[in-house]
């Protein structure tokens, strides 16, 4: 691929749009390329990890688009760097910027098991299931060191709560005796998130994240062990990727995964500015196609806030990639489809210490 300018490696924002929010706004720092561009580990770039203590731990989904009433984010910011990702508009709202320091100053929820416990053991908690996290990857690089996402899952099956993880990284392997477990009782759904099958561009949009192969090779080993697996062919970026939706269904597929689902990227707020500054530095010959195709897709804008359309897009563009994974799903997955949760098993263990009496 072509650069033109230098590019941070290792990293999907090259910027930091200074946070709305700031009562007073910091001077962007500008990066020392001949220091960093070689060596993406040299100190200034290290991930930096800041405690917070929420008081609650779930929140209630109020979107039209999602198909889930709860999510639970044990971490906010996310090491993994995708450049696309509309969660780093949530950064700003902690005073932070939604380009490197999304992926550089990760909030981290020390107590979030704790307080998933006590909503769960709430004589008003009604089973329903927890989207793990819908928000930023809960196994990103963070857990390997906190360990909280599968502190949450031991709750989760503690209580006998359904709850639905979404990753893409392998790191879900190392809970794979708890998700047998939960999948044992049909309270877990596993999606795995594949943006594309060439890794090259993985490592540009997606430069912390497990590799292909490795994705490819967690949703078999999570089929092998009976977890249902859904994997979403997500976000459709047209000019880039949306030449190889048949391909990376057919793939997944072919690894047993159960569904497929996707979305159309769309760069709201300030993931507008980190995009197009990152596709401008590492594509600068395509950028100016994918950005008036992406605008194509969203009525003229590289935003989309409208509900039930913001997701799928609409125009000509839009329509030829629907029809693309009406196929797909037609063609690999018509015989398929994920288990229904069991909402039954969460009443006879929400309270434990009851069997003693039993």
């Known amino acids: 691929m072509q650069q033109k300018q230098p590019y941070l490696r290792g990293r999907g924002a090259q910027i ?8 007073i706004v910091r001077d962007e720092q500008p990066v020392d390329w001949a220091l960093h561009a070689a060596d993406w580990e040299e100190p200034d770039l290290r991930t930096e990890y800041l405690e917070t203590h929420p008081k609650t731990i779930l929140n209630r989904v109020e979107s039209p688009d999602i198909p889930a009433a709860w999510s639970l984010n044990p971490y906010q910011g996310c090491e993994h760097g995708c450049i696309y990702c509309y969660a780093r508009n949530t950064h700003p709202y902690w005073g932070f910027s939604a380009g490197l320091d999304f992926e550089q100053k990760i909030l981290v929820k020390r107590n979030a098991a704790e307080l998933l416990e006590k909503e769960l053991q709430k004589k008003s908690w009604q089973a329903a299931p927890v989207m793990f996290a819908g928000n930023t990857d809960v196994y990103q690089p963070a857990e390997r060191k906190f360990g ?56 540009f949009l997606e430069p912390r994240t497990a590799t292909i192969a490795q994705r490819l090779k967690t949703l078999e080993t999570l089929t092998d062990h009976g977890v249902p697996v859904f994997v979403m062919l997500a976000p459709i970026i047209p000019g880039l990727n949306e030449h190889e939706i048949l391909g990376m269904a057919k793939t997944v597929a072919e690894r047993g995964a159960l569904g497929i689902g996707y979305t159309m990227v769309r760069l709201n707020g300030d993931v507008g500015l980190v995009f197009e500054d990152w596709l401008r530095k590492t594509m600068p010959d395509r950028a100016d196609k994918v950005l008036n195709k992406i605008r194509e897709a969203h009525g003229g804008n590289l935003h989309d806030y409208r509900p039930g359309t913001r997701m799928r897009g609409e125009g000509k563009i839009a329509e030829i990639i629907r029809d693309q994974f009406r196929l797909a799903r037609e063609k690999y997955f018509s015989d398929r489809k994920m288990p229904e949760y069991n909402l039954d098993l969460h009443e006879r263990h929400k309270t434990p210490q009851l069997r003693l009496f039993g």
């Open 148 to 203: 909280i996402t599968r502190a949450c899952l031991e709750v989760f099956w503690k209580y006998r709560n359904p709850v639905s993880l979404i990753t893409k990284n392998s790191l879900v392997l190392r809970d794979l005796d708890l998700l047998k477990q939960l999948a044992s009782e049909h309270l877990v759904h596993v999606a795995v998130s594949i943006t594309t099958l060439n890794e090259e561009l993985r490592q």
């Open 16 to 23: 930091n749009p200074a946070s709305k929010y700031e009562k």
